[in-house]
């Protein structure tokens, strides 16, 4: 019976020493970091080398879709020439929507393993800055359940120039 009166005493003297000490809540966005910082430019870039040709290629083919259907939609076919323009913008459909749907794909596939690093590195900026700034929480802008930010609880900016300070240290 001591113990369990010791116990609840110690509680109630943590529970109050919590209770009187400084929250200091914030909140910040991940994409907007990952987007606006140094880090997140160089992904861009990646991306953009590597899949600007095939998406070209894709949008001239989505075009060229377009002109025939134009072309169907104005009578300019009739009977059999009509039919076989309608099978083949069928079938050139097909196809272009499921090229499109590998394409996006294979830009998400790359995009998640390119920004597995910087997401890592954010989170250690993250958390150094927060221990050094005193914060309690830090919640991300697109938690569900966050339905009011009040003005200068943001800290995005600040993390976006840590980690760019961390680039730029060659980390």
Same mark, same amino acid.
């Given at each position: 019976? +001591? =113990?369990?009166?010791?116990?609840?005493?110690?509680?109630?003297?943590?529970?109050?020493?919590?209770?009187?000490?400084? /929250?200091?809540? !914030?909140?910040?966005?991940?994409?907007?970091?990952?987007?606006?910082?140094? *880090?997140?430019?160089?992904?861009?870039? =990646?991306?953009? !080398?590597?899949?600007? !040709?095939?998406?070209?290629? $894709?949008? +001239?083919?989505?075009? %060229?879709?377009?002109?025939?259907?134009?072309?169907?939609?104005?009578?300019?076919?009739?009977?059999?020439?009509?039919?076989?323009?309608? /099978?083949? $913008?069928?079938?050139?459909?097909?196809?272009?929507?499921?090229?499109?749907?590998? *394409?996006?794909?294979?830009?998400?596939?790359?995009?998640?393993?390119? #920004?597995?690093?910087?997401?890592? +590195?954010?989170? +250690?900026? $993250?958390?150094?800055?927060?221990?050094?700034? #005193?914060?309690?929480?830090?919640?991300?802008?697109?938690?569900? #359940?966050?339905?009011?930010?009040?003005?200068?609880? %943001?800290?995005?900016?600040?993390?976006?120039?840590?980690? %760019?300070?961390?680039?730029?240290?060659?980390?």
């Amino acid at each position: 019976m +001591k =113990k369990i009166c010791l116990f609840a005493v110690c509680f109630v003297f943590l529970l109050q020493a919590a209770a009187y000490a400084e /929250t200091k809540i !914030a909140v910040f966005s991940t994409k907007e970091v990952v987007q606006k910082s140094a *880090y997140g430019k160089d992904v861009r870039d =990646k991306l953009d !080398a590597k899949f600007t !040709a095939r998406g070209n290629q $894709l949008k +001239k083919e989505r075009e %060229d879709l377009e002109k025939l259907k134009m072309q169907i939609d104005s009578n300019a076919f009739e009977g059999k020439v009509l039919q076989d323009k309608v /099978t083949e $913008l069928r079938r050139r459909g097909r196809d272009w929507n499921e090229d499109f749907s590998v *394409y996006q794909k294979a830009i998400q596939a790359e995009q998640n393993e390119l #920004g597995k690093p910087v997401l890592k +590195k954010l989170e +250690k900026i $993250l958390m150094d800055y927060c221990t050094a700034h #005193g914060y309690t929480i830090v919640f991300d802008k697109q938690t569900p #359940g966050l339905a009011f930010i009040a003005d200068g609880l %943001d800290i995005t900016d600040q993390l976006v120039k840590e980690l %760019d300070k961390l680039q730029k240290a060659g980390k």
